[in-house]
C-alpha cells in the first residue's frame, strides 16, 4: 500500500514527467505472469523509482483475478490492466462496448466506483486470437473464425484446441466464442501453459488450434496464421495502468508521469518488446530500461 511522506512536488528530473517529485512516496507495483505484463511492471516500477519513489515489486502474480484482488485490497496500488478484461471479468458485463475509444470510456466510467483510476490507455490491443500453422490453415482453407463451422462438419478431427487454463474459463474466452461461432471443440481441448502453445500448434499432433494473444511476437517466428474475428466477438483489450483512486489523488502527477509512456506502446513497439524476451531471451526488466532509455522516458 502507498504511503507518503509528501505530495508531488517540481522536480529537475529529465524523464517522463520532468515536473513530478515522488521523493518519500512508497508503492507496490503488480503484474501478471505472462511476458507482456512482466515487462509492463518493470517499465512502470523503473518510471516511478526515476521519479524518486520507492517501490515495492510484486510483478508476475498468476492470473488476472488475484493481481485484480490484490489492487482493490491494498496489497498493490497499480498494476496494468486490459479495457475488455476489466469490462468482462472484473466488473461482470456480458457483452463489449464496440470500439476502442468506447470501450475504454466505458470502463474507466465504470470502475471509478470501486476507487480504481484507468490512465490513459496504450494503443496497442492485446486482444485474444486462434492461431495455427501456416500450412495448416491452406489444407483446412481456414481464414476467419467463422470458417470454424465449416471446417467442424467435414472434418472434426481437425477441431483440437490448445489452451491456457483462463481461456477455457472466461466468458470472453472459449465459452462465448463458442457460443458466437456455432461451433465446438468438443472434448479435443488440451490445457496447458501458455508458453507451451505455440510449440504445439506448431507442431500440429496434439492440437491443430491454439489460443494466443495478438501481440505475442512467437507467432511470427514460427510462422501461424491467426484466424480473423470476422464477428468481433473478442472485445479490445487496451492496456492501461490501473491506479487506486486514493494514491492518484495524493500523488496526481503519476498520471503525468505515464501519459507518455503509455502513448509510446503501439503495436509494433510491444511486439519488438516481447521478442527480446520471448525470442531474444533477454530479461524483462533489461528490456523495459532499453525502452525507457531509448524513448527518453527516463532521465539520465
Known amino acids: 500500500m502507498a504511503s507518503e511522506s509528501m505530495g508531488t512536488e517540481p522536480s529537475a528530473s529529465s524523464g517522463t514527467g520532468g515536473d513530478v517529485d515522488l521523493t518519500g512516496v512508497e508503492v507496490s507495483v503488480g503484474s501478471k505472469e505472462f511476458t507482456e505484463q512482466l515487462i509492463l511492471g518493470q517499465i512502470t516500477k523503473l518510471v516511478l523509482e526515476d521519479a524518486g519513489a520507492t517501490v515495492d515489486d510484486q510483478t ?9 484482488e490484490a489492487l482493490t485490497s491494498g496489497e498493490i496500488d ?22 476502442s475509444d468506447e470501450q475504454f470510456a466505458a470502463v474507466k466510467e465504470a470502475d471509478a466506483a470501486n476507487g480504481i483510476a484507468w490512465l490513459d490507455p496504450a494503443p496497442f490491443n492485446n486482444t485474444y486470437a486462434i492461431a495455427l500453422a501456416d500450412e495448416k490453415a491452406t489444407e ?15 472434418n472434426a478431427d481437425a477441431m483440437s484446441l490448445c489452451a491456457a487454463a483462463e481461456f477455457l474459463s472466461r466468458d470472453d474466452g472459449l465459452p462465448g ?16 501453459e501458455y508458453g ?4 504445439e500448434t506448431d507442431k500440429a499432433e496434439r492440437c491443430i488450434f491454439g489460443e494466443v494473444f495478438a501481440t505475442d511476437s512467437r507467432m511470427v517466428e514460427l510462422g501461424l496464421t ?20 486514493e494514491v492518484l489523488d495524493a500523488n496526481p502527477g503519476i498520471a503525468d508521469l505515464f501519459a507518455p509512456v503509455a502513448e509510446a506502446l503501439d503495436d509494433e513497439t510491444i511486439l519488438t518488446l516481447n521478442a527480446k524476451v520471448d525470442v531474444d531471451g533477454e530479461e524483462p526488466a533489461d528490456v523495459a530500461k532499453a525502452f525507457l532509455e531509448e524513448q527518453g522516458l527516463m532521465g539520465g
Open 60 to 68: 508476475g502474480l498468476s492470473g488476472s483475478t488475484v493481481v485484480r
Open 78 to 99: 497499480m498494476y496494468w490492466e486490459y479495457t475488455g478484461t476489466g469490462w468482462i471479468n472484473h466488473l461482470g458485463n456480458e457483452t463489449p462496448v464496440p470500439g
Open 140 to 154: 483446412l482453407g481456414a481464414t476467419k473464425l467463422s470458417d470454424l463451422a465449416t471446417v467442424a462438419s467435414a
Open 177 to 192: 466464442l463458442e457460443a458466437a461461432y456455432g461451433f465446438t471443440f468438443g472434448d479435443n481441448v488440451s490445457e496447458v
Open 196 to 199: 507451451l502453445i505455440f510449440t
Open 226 to 245: 491467426v484466424l480473423e474475428d470476422d464477428k468481433q466477438f473478442f472485445p479490445s483489450y487496451q492496456p492501461s495502468l490501473n491506479v487506486k483512486q
